[in-house]
Structure formats: C-alpha cells, structure tokens
C-alpha cells in the first residue's frame, strides 16, 4: 500500500442526507443504529448529519496535519499516521480529557457514563486504509458527495471544480488552510459560516502557536528563578536577624538576671 496522505472531499452540493455514510460508519465500528437520525457527534456517532435550509451537513474528525489533541496528550493516546489518520490508543489513555479541550473542531468525546470510560472519535477506518481499501463512509456514499483519495489529488480536484463552477461554489476548500490544514475537506454552495463551521480558525497549526510560547519559557524561567531566589534569600534573612536579635535580647535577660542575684 502507497504511504501517500489520504484525505475526503466532501462536496456537500452532492449530499442528499440519506445517512449511508453514518450507517457504514456504525457498521464498521461495530456500533448500534440509532433509533433516530443523530445531527451531532457522540460517543455512538463518529459522523453527523445536520441541515441547514435544505443543505446537509456531516461533522466528523478533521484529521488536522499537525493535530492538537497529539500535541496535549501527556501519555500519546493520540498519534498522526502518516497516511493521514489522528488514531486512538485506549490502553494509553488516562482519561485527563485534555484533548477535548485542545480540540479546535471540538470532536473528541468521552463516555461519560461508562466505568471504563474511553474518548470517542472517527479513526478514518485506519485499519481498512491498511488493506488499500477506502474509509467505509465513502464507500457507501450514493452520490460522490464523499470521495476518498490522495490528498494533493483531492486538493486539486477541488480547486477544479471550484474554477469550473465559480457561480455554483463559493471559493474556498475548507480544512486545507484551518489550523495548518487538516485531512478532510469542504466544498460549497453556500458560505461556510452559514453551515456551522468555525470561520475563525488561525491558519498556523495550534501546537506550533504552543511551543512558539514554550520555547520563550527557559528566559522567563531564569529571570523567574533568580527574582524567586531573591525574595527567599531577602526573607531567609530576614529571619536570621531576628532570630539572631532574639538571641541577644534573651542573653540580655539572662546578664541582668545575673547581675540582679551577684548584687
């Protein structure tokens, strides 16, 4: 199997809302179908299907290129493949939940009512990308609405059907910039702000804004250190001369008394 990125494009022109992706999705997770259509992700829905004024609308994991949930995790739960996935390791996981919070899609959630509780996501059915086959949600799709493939391939056909219908598409691919890109991507008919989706997103990868802020910390660390070594060696002091001018003062007492008894 190729190790080119692999990403979707998800043309939502194309969608109908008939929920095969979900379906598959649920299949191949091995998870029940719902009794009702589910329009928000949950920890039995790795992908959503909303509306908005007749437009439908699937959620699901972003896969960023540089993924914050990876960047937070203090024991690796999280990890880039470098087909493209963001995979999740349950045996790591201890549950801090600061990947929920790092999340700028806010995708990830937890099972709150379980005793063994676990964060939930898409895993872009990493382990059929191992056999060469596609993610099952594409698979099933009806319409084309979502196309798996190579990401720099996907990325083209896009822009090209973006310059080939500039009346019919508003002129953005979302998630190719989004936080430094990510692996999964939009087109649309209708401006993006108006479906949901987050329009404010930096385009620098968030863990780089981290450790842009982290590398400045050994300067305000030895700065830091050296005032906090100062006020404890002040106040350490302090309580020297006291405790020396104690001394004096008993030893005071103690010649007076003294002198009090020889008279």
């Known amino acids: ?45 790795y992908t959503a299907l909303d509306e908005y004024d007749g ?24 990890t880039k493949m470098a087909e493209g996935p963001v ?20 995708v990830p959630r937890y099972e709150w009512s379980s005793t063994y509780p676990r964060v939930q996501k898409c895993i872009f059915c990493h382990e059929r990308l191992a056999q060469g086959l596609p993610t099952a949600c594409s698979e099933a799709c009806p319409t084309g609405a979502t196309k798996f493939g190579d990401r720099e391939e996907l990325l083209k056909e896009a822009a090209e059907r973006l310059a080939g219908e500039p009346d019919k ?5 979302y998630g190719q910039q989004e936080v430094g890109g990510t692996s999964v991507f939009y087109i649309s008919s209708v401006p993006f702000e108006q479906l949901g989706f987050k329009t404010t997103l930096q385009n620098t990868p968030l863990p780089q804004l981290t450790w842009n802020a982290l590398s400045k910390i050994p300067g305000v660390v030895s700065v830091g250190g050296a005032m906090l070594f100062g006020i404890w060696w002040i106040t350490n002091r302090r309580e020297e001369v006291r405790e020396v001018e104690r001394e004096m003062r008993n030893q005071e007492h103690k010649n007076n008394g003294k002198n009090e008894v020889n008279s």
């Open 1 to 45: 199997m190729s190790t080119s990125k692999k990403a979707l494009l998800i043309d939502l022109t194309l969608c109908v809302g008939c929920n095969a992706c979900q379906l598959a999705c649920k299949e191949v997770n091995h998870m029940p179908e719902p009794e009702k259509e589910e329009k928000a992700l949950s920890v039995s829905a």
């Open 55 to 78: 437009v439908f609308v699937r959620r699901m994991c972003q896969h960023c290129e540089d993924p914050t949930c990876a960047s937070v995790c203090p024991v690796g739960a999280f």
């Open 169 to 173: 598409y508003v002129q953005k691919i």
């Open 87 to 106: 995979v999740y390791d349950v045996e790591k996981c201890i549950g801090c939940r600061y990947c929920m919070q790092a999340c700028p899609f806010q």
